[in-house]
């Protein structure tokens, strides 16, 4: 086990820097055009720069801030209504054309507005990452409140169980459960409602900086600044991955 | 404590809109203290009736009395052990054996020792930390009885409780279940469609009918003693008489069943 694992971690060093090496070595042949595509070595050499200078921090940690906000907020009021909703079928019944309605507006076009009404700071890019949080968090709270096992409940309802402390024993760890299951891909949609609100208007955060690369075509910049956001997401997920095993260290 | 079907009858509606008489007229008595198994073919509502019993489902017509009152609601007389495991997946062994007492409002520190001593009646006290996902099948079945009778009710509602166990496994089950009930009063309702465990664990085996509108056929006394040694009894004459007597009423119920299915595929 600990040695297929160890492969594995090898061979993904191995395949990136494979990778790596091939974009270098295209570009020094004169295949590739450094101009579309940079160089690993150029980007590599830009990181270093911010890091160096100081740069970085600054809209690295907005960025982060604003997705955690986005995850936080988004998380509170999916979870909140997914659990009104699942326990008032008629509400939900009437509800569910206009939440599907909502879910259906590709987010992008919401940008300007929250830009409008929240302006370039961290808010109208928190507000962007609830409205795609939101919904992963209701679906996932409102399936796991009613796909609760029926004997779950009949046996904790006969055991003595209120019906408030059926919530607290049953309904509430049977969300959850799917809630976890769904953090990874909530912490991706937070991220990309925080990079994309920065890209359409702000004046710092990860999507600025690529913004404003973009702005001058330096492709270097643009490059840098995804592996930044790239790496930020990995090891983000990995400790999402590390929690969500300690939350669900009941199952197999 | 007494419980009595009186009348029992409930009406389903089927998926295609069609009604559907699960039960039709269920009359007999669970004495005080006395161990009665429901037996009957597949299909015949005994699950329905012990639903009934429990509360969990209101009888169409008719009452079900428990001691001197009418059943109205849950059956908070009773305990149910389910075919399926219904121990909580995100609570420990322990927590899910104290889970009625602390339902019930006492604070965790209070119910542990009453737990821990639970935990090693039915031999799983090394396990106590352990998720219910990581114990083999008898081993929740001993937790879920454990979480049953710590509660200490009057009745037990029993249903098809150690059907999904392997033979060896499930005899021991039965033996543990037996010792269990011998050294208390109460009442136990064992619903199962093997004939063999009814008689083996049971004062009396109710036979039901095929369904629809199942009605009870044959009521059946055991008069084998007790305490019952459970690895011999079965080949014992007296055990295997009552065995015949009551296939006999069985068999054609059973027949029955498997004729209305094959109707109902064909």
């Known amino acids: ?252 | 404590m007494r419980l009595e079907f009186d009348r029992v009858a409930r009406d389903y509606v089927t998926p295609d809109g069609q009604p559907y008489r699960a039960l039709d007229e269920i009359s007999f008595v669970v004495p005080a203290g006395a161990f009665v198994a429901i037996v009957g073919p597949s299909g015949c509502g005994k699950s329905t009736l012990l639903n009934v019993a429990a509360g969990l489902v209101p009888p169409t017509s008719g009452r079900v009395r428990i001691g001197d009152g009418d059943l109205a609601g849950l059956n908070r007389a009773a305990t149910y052990m389910f075919q399926q495991d219904a121990l909580l997946p995100w609570k420990t062994v322990r927590d899910n054996v104290g889970l009625g007492l602390i339902l019930a409002g006492r604070s965790r520190a209070d119910v542990t020792p009453h737990v821990d001593g639970w935990l090693a009646r039915v031999g799983l006290t090394a396990f106590a930390d352990h998720y219910p996902s990581q114990l083999s099948g008898g081993m929740r079945k001993r937790a879920a009885m454990a979480q049953n009778w710590i509660i200490d009710r009057g009745i037990v509602l029993m249903d098809e409780p150690f059907s999904a166990l392997d033979v060896h496994t499930r005899q021991r089950m039965e033996g543990e279940l037996l010792t269990l009930w011998e050294s208390s009063k109460k009442t136990v309702v064992f619903v199962t469609h093997d004939l063999e465990e009814a008689i083996a664990l049971a004062d009396q085996v109710v036979v039901l009918s095929a369904g629809p509108a199942s009605r009870v056929i044959a009521r059946h006394p055991v008069p084998l003693e007790r305490p019952r040694d459970l690895m011999e009894l079965r080949t014992m004459p007296a055990f295997v008489e009552i065995y015949r007597a009551i296939w006999a009423v069985l068999r054609d119920e059973v027949i029955r069943s498997h004729e209305t299915a094959e109707r109902r595929r064909g």
């Open chain 1, 1 to 252: 086990m600990a040695d297929r694992r160890a492969g594995v971690l090898a061979s993904q060093v191995a395949l990136g820097l494979a990778i790596v090496a091939i974009w270098q070595g295209l570009v020094a042949a004169g295949v590739l055009d450094p101009f579309f595509v940079s160089r690993p070595s150029a980007i590599a050499l830009r990181i270093a720069q911010w890091i160096s200078t100081g740069s970085l921090w600054g809209h690295l940690v907005t960025t982060v801030e604003e997705s955690l906000l986005g995850l936080l907020v988004g998380a509170i009021l999916g979870i909140a209504l997914g659990f009104a909703l699942a326990r008032a079928p008629f509400v939900a019944a009437v509800c569910d054309p206009y939440i599907k309605m909502l879910n259906a507006i590709p987010r992008v076009v919401l940008a300007p507005l929250f830009l409008l009404w929240l302006g370039l700071g961290i808010w109208s890019k928190v507000a962007l990452a609830v409205t795609l949080v939101f919904f992963v968090m209701f679906f996932n709270t409102y399936q796991g409140v009613r796909d609760a096992d029926r004997v779950l409940i009949d046996n904790v309802r006969m055991l003595g169980a209120s019906e408030r402390q059926l919530v607290r024993h049953v309904l509430v760890p049977s969300a959850l459960t799917w809630i976890f299951s769904s953090l990874q891909t909530s912490l991706g949609f937070a991220m990309v409602g925080a990079v994309v609100g920065e890209y359409l208007g702000a004046t710092r955060g990860l999507g600025y900086v690529i913004s404003q690369a973009e702005g001058t075509f330096d492709t270097t910049g643009v490059f840098a600044g995804m592996t930044v956001l790239a790496i930020v997401v990995v090891v983000a997920s990995a400790g999402v991955t590390r929690l969500e095993q300690w939350l669900l260290r009941w199952k197999v």
